[in-house]
């Protein structure tokens, strides 16, 4: 059974960048299309960004321009990268397979940006 664990979230302020990195085992990886997700408190969780297994990409208006996420299937990793961290950026990240299934969330890596 695929395993995924988050890491790279932490503190920072507006306008910075963090890099989220999903590690994933167990499974084929490169079989996969993965899909990083948020939660803030109160609110429901909702898809940031996804890749497929060919390499194509979608992303949530909110984080267009702001956002990349990638993939190295040598590394059995999928990224995140956010630029221009905004307060609404807080949450919980967490990554997953698209379409998501429940046995594969994991932890999460929590981002908080404040001043």
């Known amino acids: 059974q695929l395993q995924l664990v988050e890491s790279g979230g932490g503190l920072v302020q507006p306008g910075g960048s963090l890099r989220l990195s999903c590690a994933a085992s167990?499974?084929?990886?490169?079989?996969?299309?993965f899909g990083w997700f948020r939660q803030a408190p109160g609110n429901q969780r909702e898809l940031v960004a996804g890749?497929?297994?060919?390499?194509?990409?979608t992303y949530a208006d909110s984080v267009k321009g702001r956002f990349t996420i990638s993939r190295d299937n040598a590394k059995n990793t999928v990224y995140l990268q956010m630029n221009s961290l905004k307060p609404e950026d807080t949450a919980v990240y967490y990554c997953?397979?698209?379409?998501?299934?429940?046995?594969?969330w994991g932890q999460g890596t929590q981002v908080t940006v404040s001043a």
């Open positions: 890749i497929t297994v060919g390499g194509s990409t």
């Open positions: 997953n397979t698209r379409p998501p299934f429940t046995a594969y």
């Open positions: 167990g499974g084929t990886f490169e079989h996969y299309d």
